[in-house]
């Protein structure tokens, strides 16, 4: 098992904005949990796809769907990828400085 760190970081001046970015996990094939570690998170949010884009792993929701903490645990996924690798798409909205990083949980199949 191996954690896999994709950082995030925006200022509160930054331009609305959206990105589509393949992350890869090396030889990593299974994606086991997820989880947000950082400062705010509510004017961004995430959506995980499939490294073709094709379907969603989870939903576009607010970054801080993804915190850890007041009772919250890393959101388990249980999720076989293709390729070793994802889609990670972003909605951005200016205005909140965003600071952190998308925490993924990952194992050889």
Request: no cysteine; hydrophobic share 35%.
């Amino acid at each position: 098992m191996k954690r896999f760190v994709y950082n995030i970081n925006k200022v509160a001046g930054d331009p609305t904005t959206t990105s589509n970015e393949v992350v890869s996990f090396d030889d990593y094939s299974h994606l086991k949990a997820v989880s947000w570690v950082g400062e705010n998170g509510g004017s961004l949010d995430v959506e995980l796809k499939t490294h073709d884009g094709k379907s969603s792993i989870v939903e576009s929701v607010p970054l801080e769907y993804y915190k850890i903490g007041s009772g919250r645990e890393e959101m388990i996924l249980e999720q076989p990828i293709s390729n070793n690798s994802i889609r990670i798409a972003t909605s951005f909205t200016t205005g909140t400085a965003i600071k952190g990083a998308l925490v993924f949980t990952l194992e050889k199949e």
